[in-house]
């Protein structure tokens, strides 16, 4: 069975393959140029890798049996002049346990005022900050699938109150409540942490707005860690200046890597990190990649498998 990876890290995740599984007699084609692959694509059934190099190859006409990408989102293979008959799964299942510890640590660092201290050092002001706690807490988790309930269940024993919103409403435990999407206003004003983690669809577009901002708290912190096209930037620059809220923490932008004359650059209390928040783990998405090519060679379900009609 040939296998086609296209992957900036190919090299990697080809030896991992060969390590972790050299039952599986794969031939494996790799590389990171799209114009080098394009000669291996149409003799490939099964494909790996980035989903923007892999449009590529869907664009010039060449198409798989099945695709598991390395990314959790996977908006360039859903573009309309794109075929979508053919398997793909996203990843799955690896980014909750990186992405909890990252939302911990701002967390943290905001009930801390490690910022602030910061700033006292550089002044060589010595200042005694009553330190704060995450008990009791309210949290609000926009978004309850894979990552945000391992997110939910990292935070639950900090003593935190864990509020959820989906795209309907359910049960589900650690979180108090999960409410569906027209629900987000109303607890989004009752948040000390609003997080957003959900992913590109169209009724996630510009979902944090001039009203939704207007509604916190002042004393809130906003983490964006889902994707920036969900956030109208220039309401949230606002909503700063006007200290409607008390920070923000952007992992994900609208255009990356961000444009220089960008305003988040020196808004105040905004803290950028280039999307780093969640890597993904080549040898937890490779051994993703063998229990899914192994179900799929039994015709059983697949782990990840994208709903092209609700986009992920």
């Known amino acids: 069975m040939r296998l086609l990876i296209a992957e900036a890290a190919y090299c990697r995740y ?81 980014f909750g346990q990186v992405m909890a510890e990252y939302v911990l640590c701002h967390l943290l660092a905001h009930e801390r005022q490690l910022f602030a201290a910061l700033a ?71 948040a000390d942490y609003l997080i957003n983690l959900l992913p590109d669809t169209p009724a996630t577009r510009d979902l944090y707005d001039a009203a939704l901002f207007g509604a916190l708290k002042p004393s809130a912190l906003f983490i964006n860690a889902g994707r920036g096209v969900a956030v109208v930037d220039a309401d949230l620059v606002q909503a700063l200046e006007r200290r409607q809220l008390a920070g923000a923490v952007i992992d994900v932008c609208r255009q990356e890597p961000l444009p220089a004359d960008h305003p988040f650059w020196n808004t105040p209390h905004l803290l950028l990190t280039g999307h780093s928040s969640a890597p993904t783990d080549p040898r937890l998405l490779v051994q993703l990649f063998i229990d899914n090519l192994n179900s799929w060679r039994e015709g059983s379900a697949l782990n990840g498998r994208v709903d092209f009609a609700r986009g992920y």
């Open 14 to 94: 080809t030896d991992l393959l060969r390590e972790a599984a050299p039952e599986l007699q794969l031939e494996i084609v790799a590389g990171a140029d799209v114009t080098e692959l394009t000669r291996h694509a149409g003799s490939c059934p099964l494909w790996l890798g980035q989903p923007d190099l892999l449009a590529a190859l869907l664009r010039q006409g060449f198409k798989p049996q099945w695709l598991q990408s390395t990314w959790a989102g996977v908006t360039p293979l859903l573009a309309a002049d794109l075929p979508r008959d053919y398997a793909l799964t996203r990843a799955v299942g690896i």
């Open 120 to 190: 006292d050092q550089v002044a060589r002001h010595w200042q005694n900050r009553a330190p704060c706690s995450l008990r009791g807490r309210r949290v609000v988790i926009v978004g309850t699938g894979d990552i945000g309930l391992s997110v939910a269940q990292f935070l639950a024993p900090f003593g935190v109150e864990l509020l959820g919103v989906a795209s309907t409403a359910r049960s589900l435990p650690p979180f108090k409540e999960v409410a569906g999407l027209e629900q987000l206003p109303r607890l989004a004003a009752e």
